[in-house]
């Protein structure tokens, strides 16, 4: 197959969507509950099967990281995790129980604060809660971690329904994540493969002929969230969706977080709070 003519096809039908407005569409892929033992991409495929849907070409493919995380041995059985001295720290200063403190402690790059329940992190470039640890959707006394390598993962999803299904599609792992001053989760993109995960709008003029200086469209964040949405985060066995004739630039190519990262100094949120570090009660 000549992969550059399929995507410079791709590529051209995606901007007559852009042109002609054609609607996406987001379909859920409700699944029975996933186990260690699965193959995650065979459990989508069946649950598609079932429920009379398929994959097409094109599509972008939404997995949440938790599902995953549980096929790529990334649960915790608490019980087994050593506690350290600066476990029990963090967990009497916000609250949390030690073992989860330890896991946030081996997976974060960066504590910043935090509130009771939650520790602000950095991990992979990335802010987020508690590392990505997180004691929802797995069994009783256990935690699930992010995947190692979500870009990685995303790629071998892409590339094994090209194998088995012979389509030609988009992937990506997503988590959710708070907004500063918002109330909810929105949805977030860690890994992404076979498209581009940011479009950058600066140069271009808007309708009033004003060139655009800062915007960059955080494309597969926007996608993410537009999952969340149907998939859900409590008991809806909703592990994946599927987003059609999303207006977005294929590549044969995958993206990590540090791909979709912007420096600190110029992050308008992480700029002011840094300041704020410096200046505030805890510099004291």
């Known amino acids: 197959m000549n992969h550059y003519r399929t995507f410079e096809r791709f590529y051209l039908l995606g901007m007559f969507i852009l042109e002609r407005g054609i609607p996406v569409l987001v379909i859920p892929i409700k699944t029975r509950t996933i186990t260690p033992e699965d193959d995650f991409l065979s459990v989508l495929l069946d649950a598609l099967a079932s429920s009379g849907q398929e994959l097409l070409d094109r599509d972008i493919l939404g997995v949440a990281e938790t599902p995953l995380g549980t096929t790529q041995n990334r649960i915790v059985n608490l019980a087994e995790v050593k506690v350290s001295q600066d476990a029990l720290t963090l967990s009497e200063?916000?609250?949390?129980?030690?073992?989860?403190?330890?896991?946030?402690?081996?997976?974060?790059?960066?504590?910043?604060?935090?509130?009771?329940?939650?520790?602000?992190?950095?991990?992979?470039?990335?802010?987020?809660?508690?590392?990505?640890?997180?004691?929802?959707?797995?069994?009783?006394?256990?935690?699930?971690?992010?995947?190692?390598?979500?870009?990685?993962?995303?790629?071998w999803l892409r590339r094994e329904v090209m194998k088995r299904t012979g389509r030609q599609i988009g992937v990506m792992v997503i988590d959710s994540r708070t907004q500063p001053l918002r109330l909810g989760n929105i949805g977030m993109a860690l890994g992404v493969a076979g498209f581009l995960p940011v479009t950058d709008?600066?140069?271009?003029?808007?309708?009033?002929?004003?060139?655009?200086?800062?915007?960059?469209?955080?494309?597969?964040?926007?996608?993410?969230s537009a999952c969340t949405v149907v998939m859900g985060e409590s008991n809806e066995s909703t592990p994946a969706a599927i987003i059609r004739d999303a207006p977005v630039e294929y590549s044969d190519a995958s993206f990590s977080s540090s791909e979709m990262w912007i420096e600190p100094n110029v992050c308008m949120y992480m700029a002011i709070f840094d300041q704020w570090r410096g200046s505030g009660p805890e510099a004291e």
Do not use: C, W
């Open 93 to 155: 200063k916000y609250e949390l129980l030690p073992e989860v403190a330890q896991l946030i402690l081996d997976e974060a790059d960066e504590i910043l604060g935090g509130i009771p329940h939650v520790v602000l992190t950095i991990k992979d470039n990335t802010l987020m809660a508690n590392a990505g640890v997180d004691k929802s959707n797995v069994p009783p006394g256990h935690a699930s971690l992010l995947p190692v390598d979500s870009a990685a993962s995303a790629d």
């Open 201 to 224: 709008e600066r140069g271009k003029m808007d309708l009033f002929g004003n060139e655009m200086r800062i915007t960059r469209r955080a494309v597969a964040d926007n996608l993410a």
